[in-house]
C-alpha cells in the first residue's frame, strides 16, 4: 500500500518528445508537489499545489505544465523534451501548507533524454 | 545559488560510532529545519526537524544541532548502525512549505 506512487519509474525518451509522469497519494492529503533533483543532486522544488490549486511555481520553462485532476493525483506533463530535463523527478504530498506539515515523497521517476 | 550546502559528499563510519553530518545555510530567513533520509531506489522520508527558536532536538539516536550565528546545522546519529546506511539531505525553509534542499551526503556505517 504504497502512500506516494509514481509512474513510471523508468522513462527513456528521445529529445523534442513529449511525456508524461503520473503522481497518486493515498493519504488524503491536500498538497502535491513535484521536485527535480539534477545531476549535482539536488531536490529543487518545481511546483506545489493546494487543493488543485497552484500555490508555488518556480522558475520552470514552461514546458513543464502541472496538472492536478483532483487533490489525490498531481500529474507533471513535458513538452520538447531536452537533454538537461534529464533527472529523476520526485512526488510528494502533504498535509496542509506549513513548513510544519511533513512532506511524503515517491519513489522517483527517472528520466533519461537521449 | 545554493542557500543550503553539504559539503561532504561522503562519510564513512564504523558501526557503534558517532556519524557527524554537516549542513551550512546561506539565508537568514530560513526559520526551520529538516533532515531526511534516503534509500536507494526509495524517496527520501523525514528523519527529524529543529525550529530556529532551538538550538537542539532529540529523537532517540538522532540529534539535530542548529548554530544561527554560524548558519549552521549538524546530525548526530548516536551509536550508528548498518541500517543508517543512506543518503542525507538537509532542508530549510522560511515560514512556508517552500523547501531548500542540500546535495546530500552519503553515510556508509561498516559493521
Known amino acids: 500500500d504504497t502512500a506516494v506512487s509514481q509512474t513510471p519509474k523508468y522513462l527513456v525518451t528521445q529529445m523534442g518528445n513529449d511525456k508524461s509522469i503520473k503522481c497518486e497519494q493515498n493519504?488524503?492529503?491536500?498538497?502535491m508537489y513535484w521536485y527535480k533533483q539534477d545531476s549535482k543532486k539536488f531536490l529543487k522544488i518545481m511546483f506545489s499545489?493546494?487543493?488543485?490549486?497552484?500555490?508555488i511555481n518556480e522558475t520552470v520553462p514552461n514546458r513543464f505544465s502541472p496538472k492536478s485532476p483532483d487533490k489525490a493525483h498531481l500529474n507533471l506533463h513535458i513538452n520538447s523534451l531536452e537533454l538537461g530535463d534529464s533527472a529523476v523527478y520526485f512526488c510528494?504530498?502533504?498535509?496542509?501548507?506549513?513548513?510544519?506539515?511533513?512532506?511524503?515523497f515517491g519513489p522517483g521517476t527517472r528520466l533519461t533524454v537521449l | 545559488d545554493q542557500q543550503v550546502k553539504q559539503n561532504s559528499p561522503s562519510l564513512s563510519v564504523q558501526e557503534g560510532r558517532i556519524s557527524i553530518l554537516n549542513c551550512d545555510y546561506t539565508?537568514?530567513?530560513?526559520?526551520?529545519f529538516l533532515w531526511y533520509k534516503k534509500y536507494p531506489a526509495e524517496g527520501p522520508t523525514f528523519l527529524i526537524s529543529?525550529?530556529?527558536?532551538?538550538d537542539k532536538n532529540e529523537d532517540g539516536r538522532f540529534t539535530v544541532f542548529l548554530n544561527k550565528s554560524a548558519k549552521h546545522l549538524s546530525l548526530h546519529i548516536v551509536p550508528s548502525q548498518p541500517g543508517d546506511s543512506a543518503v542525507y539531505f538537509c532542508?530549510?525553509?522560511?515560514?512556508?512549505?517552500?523547501?531548500?534542499f542540500g546535495s546530500g551526503t552519503k553515510l556508509n556505517v561498516k559493521p
Open positions: 510528494a504530498s502533504s498535509q496542509g501548507t506549513s513548513s510544519y506539515n511533513e512532506q511524503f
Open positions: 493519504l488524503g492529503h491536500d498538497t
Open positions: 499545489y493546494n487543493n488543485k490549486e497552484l500555490i
Open positions: 539565508n537568514s530567513m530560513f526559520d526551520y
Open positions: 529543529i525550529s530556529s527558536i532551538k
Open positions: 532542508a530549510a525553509s522560511a515560514n512556508f512549505n517552500k523547501f531548500y
